[in-house]
């Protein structure tokens, strides 16, 4: 386990991902590690927003992975989104009926959230083509990777916490499917179902 945000949050990251904070700068309002060992080129980014009341939950993916796509300059042709997910974590983390689908059981709210308004999990994969290197890179520069993502609604606290885990695909693929649209990988499961929040403080 690793300590996120001065230990307010903890969650399991791969021992061989680094800490990029340590070789470069990193936002206040962010923790990223990349895997430095199987030049995968994966990023892991954790990233407290302001709470996007506008945003409904069936639309908080695709808004955040268009965010992402916008940051990336990828055009609209070269964004997909193969799944959605929308899991409210209040009533659905001990439903028997729910034990396959991907909420975040390691999840405590404080004594003092008795009765949260909302806290959803809104969980999605999707793709964009984004190019290599800086700036007046071509389209041949381009390449697909591959998003998995978490948005964390914490309406009681105005917060949205995104957990964002992004995959280069391999040079011989550049088909824009990837992997099974419908399934998230075993990196991405163990950190969200391990995720949680010690220190609620940090929010506000």
């Given at each position: 386990?690793?300590?996120?945000?001065?230990?307010?949050?903890?969650?399991?990251?791969?021992?061989?991902?680094?800490?990029?904070?340590?070789?470069?700068?990193?936002?206040?309002?962010?923790?990223?590690?990349?895997?430095?060992?199987?030049?995968?080129?994966?990023?892991?980014?954790f990233e407290i927003l302001q709470y996007q009341s506008d945003v409904e939950n069936s639309n908080a993916c695709s808004f955040f992975l268009k965010d992402l796509a916008d940051a990336n300059e990828a055009s609209l042709e070269e964004q997909q989104i193969h799944s959605e997910q929308v899991v409210n974590l209040?009533?659905?983390?001990?439903?028997?009926?729910?034990?396959?689908?991907?909420?975040?059981?390691?999840?405590?709210?404080?004594?003092?959230?008795?009765?949260?308004?909302?806290?959803?999990?809104?969980?999605?994969?999707?793709?964009?083509?984004?190019?290599?290197?800086?700036?007046?890179?071509?389209?041949?520069?381009?390449?697909?990777?591959?998003?998995?993502?978490?948005?964390?609604?914490?309406?009681?606290?105005?917060?949205?916490?995104?957990v964002s885990l992004s995959i280069p695909r391999r040079e011989n693929d550049d088909s824009g499917e990837g992997l099974v649209a419908d399934y998230h990988s075993g990196a991405f499961k163990e950190i969200v179902t391990s995720f949680n929040i010690r220190d609620w403080s940090l929010f506000g």
């Open positions: 386990m690793v300590d996120l945000f001065g230990g307010a949050i903890t969650v399991s990251v791969p021992s061989t991902w680094r800490d990029v904070s340590q070789v470069r700068q990193v936002p206040d309002n962010q923790e990223v590690y990349q895997d430095c060992t199987e030049e995968t080129g994966a990023v892991l980014v209040l009533l659905d983390g001990n439903n028997d009926e729910k034990k396959g689908q991907l909420f975040l059981p390691s999840l405590s709210l404080p004594a003092s959230m008795d009765n949260p308004l909302e806290l959803y999990a809104c969980i999605s994969r999707g793709s964009q083509k984004v190019a290599q290197g800086k700036k007046g890179s071509t389209t041949k520069d381009a390449h697909w990777i591959d998003v998995e993502l978490c948005v964390l609604r914490l309406k009681n606290v105005e917060t949205d916490l995104l």
